[in-house]
Structures are given as structure tokens and as C-alpha cells.
């Protein structure tokens, strides 16, 4: 079956570059995905990446895919206060046809000033 | 355009008691999921509707738990009797086809606590 894994927290200076990890085990075609949960809101999808991809940058984001390792980062550059947040991976598998999203436990960024 | 909305935020019930939660979709999805995050673990999927037909509901725990989804717009899922492990977030989401990919739009979430 589908597992997504997150290490649980990450603490960083305002304006270093954060790097955030998850690791999936599903080898089909897959969307990848980069979820941000502030407090008391709902998740916002920051950026998806297909799995045939190895790389996608969004302004301050960059997702890298190694398909080899099935491990997917976000990196986020000159971190800010506003970045801190839970981040959660998650995966989607078009083979199947279904369209639930697997989740990882999600990883605390602390951004510090 | 307003988002997907939860009712409601909080709810504290004791054990065996009956909640209903509400999730009204983006106006014109006709998809809709429902998930929930139990202890600060991972968010597990629910179920995911397509209008009012129940399309997968491979994640329902058991038969505790009802969704439906009249008329294919608001779902409601109702808890009944509810236990303590039955505490968590329950989010919903909807999406409609985009790029050949389903772009989920996540709701705020109910916090659920059983006493």
C-alpha cells in the first residue's frame, strides 16, 4: 500500500533556505504534493509536482523528485516568519483511479527571527 | 469566491453521544472528500463523493460513521455513537478537474474532542 513519510520538525533562522523531506513508497504515476496548515486554517496547496518530473520551481519554492530514492524535498528560500507552519507531503495515485490524497504526519516549520 | 466551509470549528461531546458535522464544497465541485487527522498523525482519507454518489469510501473506520451527500452540494458526516479514539480534525476538501489533475481545496477543519 501507499506510505508517505515526514520527519516531524524543522527550526530555522529567518532568511536561510529550509529544506523540508518526505519519502513515499508507491511507484506508479503519481502527483506529489506540498500542503501548508496555519493555525486554525485548512490546508493550501503550495505546489504539486508529477512524478515524471525531477525538478519545479515556484517563485521562493523549489521541489526536487528522486524518483530512484522515491524522495521528494521543498526547499524554501530566504525563509521568513511568515513561512512557519505545518507542511504536509502527499501523494496521489492515477493508476488506481482513485483520487483520495495520501498524507505524511506533516513536519513543524519554526522559523526563527 | 468563498471557500470550503466547516460547521462547526469545535465540538466537544461526551462518549457515546451523536455529531454531525457540515461541510459545504466551492460552489460547483462536484467532487468532495472527507479526511481527518487523528493525534497529530498523519491526515487519513475518509470517503470522496461525486455529486451525491458515494465514489470511494474505502477509508470510512467503521460503520459508526455516516456521510451523505443530498442533492450533491453541502455532506454532512455524522458520528453516532462516538468514542474517545474518534478525536481529531476532520477536514473537508473539493475539486473540480484541473490540468488532468484534481486540486483538492482543504477547509479549516472540525475539531472533534470525545469525553
Known amino acids: 500500500g501507499e506510505d508517505v513519510e515526514q520527519s516531524l520538525f524543522l527550526s530555522v533562522r529567518e532568511g536561510d533556505s529550509s529544506v523540508i523531506n518526505c519519502t513515499y513508497t508507491?511507484?506508479?504515476?503519481?502527483?506529489l504534493y506540498w500542503y501548508k496548515q496555519e493555525p486554525g486554517a485548512g490546508l493550501q496547496l503550495l505546489t504539486y509536482?508529477?512524478?515524471?518530473?525531477d525538478m519545479k520551481q515556484d517563485q521562493r519554492l523549489t521541489v526536487l523528485l528522486n524518483k530512484k530514492d522515491k524522495h521528494l524535498s521543498l526547499r524554501i528560500a530566504d525563509t521568513q516568519t511568515g513561512d512557519s507552519a505545518i507542511y504536509f507531503c502527499?501523494?496521489?495515485?492515477?493508476?488506481?483511479?482513485?483520487?483520495?490524497?495520501?498524507f505524511g504526519s506533516g513536519t513543524r516549520l519554526q522559523v526563527q527571527p | 469566491e468563498a471557500g470550503v466551509t466547516q460547521f462547526p470549528s469545535h465540538s466537544v461531546i461526551e462518549k457515546g453521544q451523536t455529531v454531525t458535522l457540515r461541510c459545504d464544497p466551492i460552489?460547483?465541485?462536484?467532487?468532495l472528500y472527507w479526511y481527518r487527522r487523528v493525534m497529530g498523525k498523519e491526515i487519513k482519507f475518509l470517503l470522496h463523493?461525486?455529486?451525491?454518489?458515494?465514489?470511494?469510501e474505502s477509508g470510512m473506520p467503521n460503520n459508526r460513521f455516516l456521510a451523505e451527500r443530498t442533492g450533491g452540494t453541502y455532506s454532512t458526516l455524522k458520528v453516532q455513537p462516538a468514542e474517545l479514539e474518534d478525536s481529531g480534525v476532520y477536514f473537508c476538501?473539493?475539486?473540480?478537474?484541473?490540468?488532468?489533475?484534481?486540486?483538492?481545496?482543504f477547509g479549516p477543519g472540525t475539531r472533534l474532542t470525545v469525553t
Open positions: 463523493f461525486v455529486k451525491e454518489s458515494k465514489q470511494d
Open positions: 476538501a473539493s475539486s473540480q478537474v484541473s490540468s488532468g489533475h484534481y486540486e483538492q481545496y
Open positions: 502527499a501523494e496521489s495515485n492515477l493508476e488506481t483511479g482513485r483520487r483520495a490524497l495520501t
Open positions: 508507491d511507484s506508479s504515476s503519481t502527483y
Open positions: 460552489s460547483g465541485h462536484d467532487n
Open positions: 509536482i508529477f512524478s515524471n518530473m
